[in-house]
């Protein structure tokens, strides 16, 4: 599945002010559930908070991946954001993050929404890529830098290596 078929416009924020994770994981819970308003804000964030409980979700480098499956949801639905400031996240490199993307996939799930998560991890790992989203200044920008991100990010170019 391609990213924009996951994440909208609508669900992109940049330069939000998260006080701490749980606040952030508030923030993203908010943003996941405007394409599903059936789905209240309040259930998105415990499963959020009942998944990061299981193991931290940071990828390092500064970039968090909160994911969680939700039943009544038949595709992957996602949303991210671009912290004003970094926060800590409990990731295992130490340091604190400033991007993070989340990811709402039903509760059974099947091989395409595990080429969803897939997907996602490749194109966070892209070091070109997140020197974008960190230079983005808007949430439109933050929104047409994942994108193209992950378009040059497609099987077989991805370069996730420091300096590659």
Known sequence: MLLEEIINPDAVLCNAQARSKKHCL???????VRSNPDIAAE?????????ERLGCTSLDKG????????DGLNESVAAMIRLSE????????????????GLMVPAQLNDSHHADIGMITSVLGDV????RLRDATSSSELYESLLHG???????????????
């Open 26 to 32: 508030e923030i993203l819970s908010e943003l996941l």
């Open 43 to 51: 259930d998105i964030f415990d499963s959020l908070i009942e998944r």
């Open 63 to 70: 970039i968090a991946f909160p994911h969680c499956r939700v």
């Open 86 to 101: 970094a926060v800590d996240f409990d990731a295992a490199d130490g340091e604190p993050v400033d991007i993070v993307f």
């Open 128 to 131: 070109g890529l997140r020197g």
């Open 150 to 164: 992950s378009k040059l990010s497609a099987p077989g170019q991805l370069h996730t290596a420091e300096g590659t």
